[in-house]
């Protein structure tokens, strides 16, 4: 269990995905940190960069991938790159230009993975987030299975190799499934210590889907709010302290025992290369069951970006 080629995942097509991905949604920082972070994170060994045109920062991680390029640390094809269909653009009419963007925004010509990011829809139009004059979201009727047909030919044209969702329910999921030429490969969602999801986890594996958990260490993602709280927990700290890992590193290790794809987001240079160390030591089963003890089915995500 010591090597991280075993922790692979092949997609449609023979496609290669590897489990650890980076994180780039990062609402505090500015674009030379997100540039650094993934700067870093590839000499460090990641290959799995986890993007979003919400995160508005694309061209910072594009900037960084260039970089990369250039300087031999790697090829383009060494990389799993993601990135997700914002809710604004779900009409089919709009998946492909929107697609477009990320990709010219990321200095790429295909993605290895594009997802829709959330099942709902927003009204079309110029705004990340539409709202009437008393600040309520303004939804748009336009149906994800409609969304996902404008996908498959994005497919078909060779702009991205795989396809997926994010924040899909088993029921959403179903309805792609039911109707899908393409099957979705990959379900993102909220996923750490004290969410452990393993119903919708067993769900997506019967159907032959991964399911990818965002923040994996349990952060809200919210620019206010104080550090992750799941990384204190006296459970996890003495098994960190038993196995002289730290409980970041413990969370990630239990996450990916698990059978999960994950994309930590750090931009700290000794952290992103603290999570990438994960691939040295196993937990037994026993600290498995202590872990997964401390879920409490909290989830702190809801589309508030
Ligand atoms: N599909 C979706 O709707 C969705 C929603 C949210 C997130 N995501 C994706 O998932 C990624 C990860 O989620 P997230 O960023 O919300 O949360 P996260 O990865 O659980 O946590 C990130 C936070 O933990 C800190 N951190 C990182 N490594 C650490 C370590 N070793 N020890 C202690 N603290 C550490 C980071 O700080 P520093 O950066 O300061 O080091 C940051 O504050 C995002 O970046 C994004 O790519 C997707």
Redo the contacts with the bound molecule.
């Keep these: 269990m010591s090597s991280k080629d075993q922790f692979v995942f092949t997609l449609r097509g023979g496609l290669k995905m590897p489990a650890l991905?980076?994180?780039?949604?990062?609402p505090?920082?500015d674009d030379d940190d997100v540039f650094n972070?993934v700067h870093t994170a590839v000499k460090v060994g990641y290959r799995h960069l986890?993007?979003?045109a919400i995160?508005r920062n694309e061209i910072a991680v594009g900037s960084a991938i260039k970089k990369l390029i250039i300087e031999g640390t790697v090829q383009r094809e060494d990389l799993f790159i993601t990135s997700?269909l914002w809710n604004t653009c779900h009409r089919p009419d709009l998946v492909r230009a929107s697609l477009k963007k990320s990709l010219d925004d990321l200095g790429l010509k295909y993605l290895d993975m594009y997802?829709i990011?959330?099942p709902m829809a927003y009204k079309e139009g110029g705004e990340f987030h539409p709202r009437d004059e008393n600040g309520k979201v303004l939804f748009s009727d336009v149906d994800y299975v409609d969304t996902w047909k404008a996908l498959e030919d994005c497919v078909d044209e060779g702009l991205v190799r795989n396809i997926g969702v994010?924040?899909f329910s088993s029921k959403q999921l179903q309805r792609i499934l039911d109707k899908a030429r393409i099957k979705p490969q990959i379900n993102?969602?909220?996923c750490?210590l004290h969410l452990s999801n393993s119903k919708l986890q067993k769900y997506c594996q019967e159907n032959g889907v991964v399911l990818q958990?965002?923040?994996?260490?349990?952060?809200?993602?919210n620019k206010t709010e104080p550090?992750?709280k799941?990384?204190e927990e006296p459970v996890l700290l003495e098994i960190a302290k038993a196995k002289n890992k730290?409980?970041?590193?413990v969370t990630l290790r239990y996450l990916l025992q698990r059978g999960l794809s994950l994309?930590?987001?750090?931009?700290?240079p000794?952290?992103?290369q603290?999570?990438f160390q994960i691939f040295d030591f196993e937990l037994s089963s026993d600290e498995e069951k202590q872990l997964q003890n401390l879920n409490k089915d909290f989830r702190m995500?809801t589309?508030d970006?």
């Design positions: 991905g980076l994180g780039t949604y990062a505090k920082e972070a986890d993007c979003a995160y997700k997802l990011h959330w994010s924040n993102q969602v909220e750490h958990a965002y923040a994996p260490l349990g952060s809200s993602g550090p992750p799941c990384l730290t409980p970041a590193q994309v930590p987001k750090s931009v700290t000794q952290r992103i603290e999570n995500h589309e970006m």
